[in-house]
């Protein structure tokens, strides 16, 4: 008798698509580029340089009003060898769409900052790599907090903003000889600053292991005179609860605990308005006598007070850091967008 195990909604399919045309990297083709790139299209050129890859869902939330808007204009930049995109194998659904930096845009970028294309270190086969990186979920979820907090700066009620965001691979230039967070970012609200490190956690790595980045955190402390928050973002409520213990336990054997501020949240925290919203009441500081009330607090709440302004580290010292060929962290927000309103 032959049976068949497999049931038949696991094996049905995309239907196979017609491969898009895409322009050759020519010289003249570059050329053309120089009238078709708007602000915005530069911008998020720079932005997957810095980040590595956005789902179609974090373009949208970064720079486009609508996701078909999206859509036609992303569909514009790939055909122009700009981006590069692939889709995840999942075993239900359909993954999204994910974009990645391509020749064409790395040697806009280049140019555009008086550079040499081969000084960027870009390769082609290096970018859409990522598609199958065993780190490709992390980087996205990490991204997602970042652009999640975009989104919010670009609300007509927003009351905050994020003003910097740095990837893992410019901290790891900057730190890496101490500590390799996974971003840098910072938020303003209310007239607060607060200046952080993530650290985004799948529920995958040692809690051990997760404990004693702390010391690394206190080295750099040390080493720089800033007190820089830490924020440990948990897959679910269970995994942040035995992390805390974790993280009090590795926090009471440090010189200076002081110098390391650490925050958590899950992205099952209960009660709370938006699940992907990380500025609302959703951090829980570890061991903060400082602490104006109990209970979970804002992202703007956390230690809003503790240098004036933090600057860790500032642009100025991270910009005197940089290779000479690297091109500077973009800002996190888009230009304002075009006035003309058949532009995309």
Known sequence: MISNPTPQRTLRGHMPQ????????????HAQLAGRLTLRDRWLARMLYEHKVLTTQQIVELCYPTMRAANHRMLDLF????????????????????????????????????????QLGYRHEDAIGIAHSLRLAHTVGVNGFFTALVALSQRPSARGRLTAWWSELRCGRLFGDMVRPDAYGR?????????????????????????????????????????????????????ETTARRALADALSQLDRPALVPVATSAADVAGVAGENNPAVARWLPISDPSSRRPGRLRLAELWPHTDP????????????????????APDPLPPPPPTSRFRR
Do not use: C, N
């Open 79 to 118: 055909k122009w060898r700009v981006v590069d995109r692939f889709q995840p194998f999942v075993t239900s659904g359909t993954a999204p769409m994910h974009y990645v930096l391509d020749i064409a845009g790395s040697v806009a970028l280049a140019y555009e900052d008086g550079l040499d294309p081969k």
């Open 18 to 29: 017609r491969p898009t045309p895409r322009a050759a990297t020519t010289g003249e083709h």
């Open 309 to 328: 302004p933090i600057a860790a580290p500032s642009s100025t010292s991270a910009q005197a850091q940089q290779a000479p060929a690297e091109l500077a």
């Open 187 to 239: 938020w303003r609200e209310d007239g607060h600053q607060i200046e952080f490190f993530l650290e985004f956690d799948f529920g995958t790595e040692d809690l051990g292991k997760l404990g004693r980045k702390l010391h690394g955190y206190e080295k750099l402390a040390t080493a720089t005179g800033i007190t820089t928050p830490v924020l440990m973002w948990l897959p679910t409520s269970r995994r």
